[in-house]
């Protein structure tokens, strides 16, 4: 199996196309598992923007002619913050 350490944002994010493959490596690698640990609260943070049509649901059009709000904002922040302290 090659190195999955790089997938660990991804699957954080719940965007990886096969998760049970790394699944598989988080299991013994801690570094992975702080890294998705870390991607929990930004998860958490998207999807109220999704419920609050900040962001578009999946495969969903994003709404047009609204400036981003302070909850996007926000997320994007929180987004931002996590993956640079990865
Ligand atoms: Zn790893």
Do not use: N, Q, W
Request: proline share 8%; glycine share 12%; hydrophobic share 45%.
């Amino acid at each position: 199996m090659r190195g999955r350490h790089a997938d660990a944002a991804a699957y954080g994010l719940g965007v990886l196309d096969d998760p049970a493959e790394f699944e598989t490596h988080l299991r013994g690698c801690a570094r992975c598992r702080d890294r998705v640990a870390g991607f929990i609260p930004v998860t958490g943070a998207l999807a109220e923007a999704v419920r609050l049509s900040y962001l578009p649901a999946e495969g969903g059009a994003p709404r047009r002619g609204k400036p981003p709000g302070p909850l996007l904002l926000l997320a994007l922040g929180v987004t931002v913050t996590a993956l640079c302290a990865t």
